[in-house]
DNA sequence: CGGCGCCTTGACTTGCATCAAAAGTAGTGG
DNA sequence: CCACTACTTTTGATGCAAGTCAAGGCGCCG
C-alpha cells in the first residue's frame, strides 16, 4: 500500500495578482463569448439566458501553483469552472492520506461534491497557474427553477461526474499499472483534443506523484512504466513533456476508458 | 488482477408475478406513509408536493433474483428508487467484463447515471427478490422547476453518490484487502441501522464473487479475510450470515469510510 | 443419488511496493 | 553567476500481499 503523505503548500487562496499572462482568455470576458462555452454551458441556452446567468458568475479568480481553491470541510458555496490551469481534487483520508480523486481542465467544473453535505468533501488545489469563474451555487439553483435547460445541463454535469469516478473505480480494481497510465494519457490526450489543441503532444500539469497517487501507484512505477513506454517508442517522455507515437497501441493497452474523455 | 467473467442470469425484466411475501411494505402504501420516505424523499416537502410527486410514481416493480432492472445501453427515462430487497450496479468494460460499482439497499436511489448522456452506462440486477419505485425522469425535471426542494434533493443525491463513489476510489486505490473488507461490512452495518435494522447481525444480499468484484479482489481473498476476522473474533460468518462482535476493532481496521454510510 | 453453484483452504507465483541511492531541476540569495 | 538547499525523477535490488491454480466441502435441487 502507497504511504505518500501530504505536504500540501499551504499558501491561502490567491491574493488577486495576476494570472493573466498564461491566461489565453481575458479574464474579463463574458461567458457568451468565453472560448470554453461549448464546454461549460448547456448549448441550448438561449441569448439571453446567457447574459442572466453572466450576471451570477464572477469570472478570472486567479491562483497560482499550490494555491488552495477551496478545503475539505469549508462550508460549500459555488460550484467553479476551470477557465486556464488544471485543478486537483483530493480527499483527505481518516488518516491524514491525500487520495487524488480527479484532475479539472479548462472548461471542466469542480465542487459539485459540496452539494451533498453543504460543506465540500475534497480540497481543490492549483497545479501550476489557473484562473477560474466561480458559480455561486445557490443563485445557480434560483436560477435553474427558471431555466429548464440550465437544471437539466446541471443534472448531466453531475451524472457525467459519477460515469467518470466509475470508470476511475474499475480502472483501479481491474487493471495493471500499464493499462492505468495508459488510459490516464489517452484521457489527457482526448480531453485537450477536445479544447482544440494537440492530442498527441502536452505537457503533464502534475507530477508523478499525483499520477501515482491518482491511480493508485506509487512514484516509481509511475516512472517505470512511462519508461517502458518510451522504450516500446509508443511515447517520448521528456521531463513533463509527452508525445504520443503509437496512439492505437496505447489505446490497445489500456483496454478501458471509452473514447470521449 | 482479478478476472472475473461475467455470467449473468440472463432473466429480462420481471414479470408482475408479486414479489410481496418479502416486502415489508405493501406495493400500495403511498410516498407519504411510506417507511423509508425519510431516506428518499427530501425531509422539507410539504404534503401537498408529495402527492404531487406520488403520483408520478410507479409503485412496487417487483424483480426476481437475477433480473436486469435496466441493461447498459438501454434509453434513458427512469431513476429507481429501491423498496425492498438489494439491486447491483454493474458497469460492463470494453472487453467484457465486470465491475459492479455500487449495492442499492432499500431507500436508496439507483440510476442517475444515465442523466448524463440519456443512456445508462451500467445495468442494473436484482441480488434476490426486490421491489423497486420507478420515477420518471423527465416528469420528476419538470416537477423540481416548481418545487425547489425537490430539485435541491436531486442535486444532493446526485453529490451523495459522487462522494461515495470517490470514498470507494480511495479505498481502491489505498486501503488492503483486509482494511476494504472491513469497510464494506461497516458500510452494510450502518445502512442496516439507519434503516432501523441490527446493525451487528444481517444477511449479506451479495455473493463473495460480488465483493471481491466491487472491491477489487478475488473470491478467494474474501473468503481467507473473512476466515481471518473469525479467526481473530472480530465476526461471526455463517454462510451469508454475519454477526458484527467487535465493531470498534472492525472500525479501526478498516480506517476509512465515514460513520454515516 | 448425482450434478452444480458457491465457498473454503492450501501451495505456489508474481506484480508492485518498499528501501536505497544517485542524478537531474528549480529556486534562493550572496 | 555560482553555491546551496530542496524537490522531483529515475534506476536497481529485495520482499510481500494478493493473485493464480488446484482440490475438496457443503448445501440445494431435480
Same mark, same amino acid.
Given at each position: 500500500?502507497?504511504?505518500?503523505?501530504?505536504?500540501?503548500?499551504?499558501?491561502s487562496?490567491?491574493?488577486?495578482?495576476?494570472?493573466?499572462?498564461?491566461?489565453?482568455?481575458s479574464?474579463?470576458?463574458?461567458?457568451?463569448?468565453?472560448?470554453?462555452?461549448?464546454?461549460?454551458?448547456p448549448?441550448?441556452?438561449?441569448?439571453?439566458?446567457?447574459?442572466?446567468?453572466?450576471?451570477?458568475?464572477?469570472?478570472?479568480?486567479?491562483?497560482?501553483?499550490?494555491?488552495?481553491?477551496?478545503?475539505?470541510?469549508?462550508?460549500?458555496?459555488?460550484?467553479?469552472?476551470?477557465?486556464?490551469?488544471?485543478v486537483?481534487?483530493?480527499?483527505?483520508?481518516?488518516?491524514?492520506?491525500?487520495?487524488?480523486?480527479?484532475?479539472?481542465?479548462?472548461?471542466?467544473?469542480?465542487? @459539485?461534491?459540496?452539494?451533498?453535505?453543504?460543506?465540500?468533501?475534497?480540497?481543490?488545489?492549483?497545479l501550476?497557474?489557473?484562473?477560474?469563474?466561480?458559480?455561486?451555487?445557490?443563485?445557480?439553483?434560483?436560477?435553474?427553477?427558471? @431555466?429548464?435547460?440550465?437544471?437539466?445541463?446541471?443534472?448531466?454535469? @453531475?451524472?457525467?461526474?459519477?460515469?467518470?469516478?466509475?470508470?476511475?473505480?474499475?480502472?483501479?480494481?481491474?487493471?495493471?499499472?500499464?493499462?492505468?497510465i495508459a488510459?490516464?494519457?489517452?484521457?489527457?490526450?482526448?480531453?485537450?483534443?477536445?479544447?482544440?489543441?494537440s492530442?498527441?503532444?502536452?505537457?503533464?500539469?502534475?507530477?508523478?506523484?499525483?499520477?501515482?497517487?491518482?491511480?493508485?501507484?506509487?512514484?516509481?512505477?509511475?516512472s517505470?512504466?512511462?519508461?517502458?513506454?518510451?522504450?516500446?517508442?509508443?511515447?517520448?517522455?521528456?521531463?513533463?513533456?509527452?508525445?504520443?507515437?503509437?496512439?492505437?497501441?496505447?489505446?490497445k493497452?489500456?483496454?478501458?476508458?471509452?473514447p470521449?474523455?
Amino acid at each position: 500500500m502507497p504511504n505518500q503523505h501530504a505536504h500540501p503548500a499551504d499558501n491561502s487562496i490567491a491574493t488577486a495578482k495576476a494570472a493573466t499572462q498564461q491566461c489565453h482568455s481575458s479574464p474579463q470576458v463574458s461567458c457568451g463569448d468565453c472560448r470554453l462555452s461549448a464546454l461549460c454551458l448547456p448549448i441550448s441556452l438561449h441569448i439571453d439566458d446567457i447574459d442572466k446567468l453572466d450576471r451570477i458568475v464572477q469570472r478570472g479568480k486567479p491562483l497560482q501553483k499550490g494555491d488552495h481553491l477551496y478545503r475539505a470541510g469549508d462550508d460549500f458555496h459555488a460550484v467553479y469552472a476551470i477557465r486556464s490551469g488544471t485543478v486537483k481534487a483530493v480527499h483527505i483520508t481518516d488518516d491524514g492520506l491525500e487520495q487524488v480523486t480527479g484532475f479539472y481542465l479548462p472548461g471542466e467544473i469542480i465542487g @459539485m461534491d459540496g452539494i451533498a453535505r453543504n460543506r465540500y468533501s475534497n480540497s481543490a488545489i492549483a497545479l501550476e497557474t489557473a484562473s477560474v469563474c466561480e458559480i455561486p451555487f445557490a443563485r445557480m439553483e434560483e436560477l435553474s427553477l427558471k @431555466m429548464p435547460s440550465l437544471q437539466r445541463h446541471f443534472f448531466q454535469l @453531475m451524472s457525467k461526474e459519477i460515469t467518470q469516478d466509475q470508470q476511475l473505480i474499475t480502472l483501479l480494481s481491474k487493471n495493471s499499472a500499464e493499462e492505468r497510465i495508459a488510459a490516464l494519457l489517452l484521457s489527457i490526450s482526448s480531453r485537450n483534443h477536445q479544447r482544440g489543441l494537440s492530442s498527441t503532444h502536452f505537457r503533464l500539469p502534475m507530477s508523478r506523484a499525483d499520477i501515482g497517487n491518482y491511480l493508485g501507484l506509487t512514484v516509481e512505477t509511475v516512472s517505470r512504466v512511462l519508461s517502458r513506454f518510451q522504450k516500446q517508442a509508443l511515447i517520448c517522455v521528456d521531463k513533463r513533456e509527452i508525445s504520443i507515437n503509437d496512439i492505437n497501441k496505447l489505446r490497445k493497452i489500456s483496454n478501458a476508458m471509452s473514447p470521449y474523455n
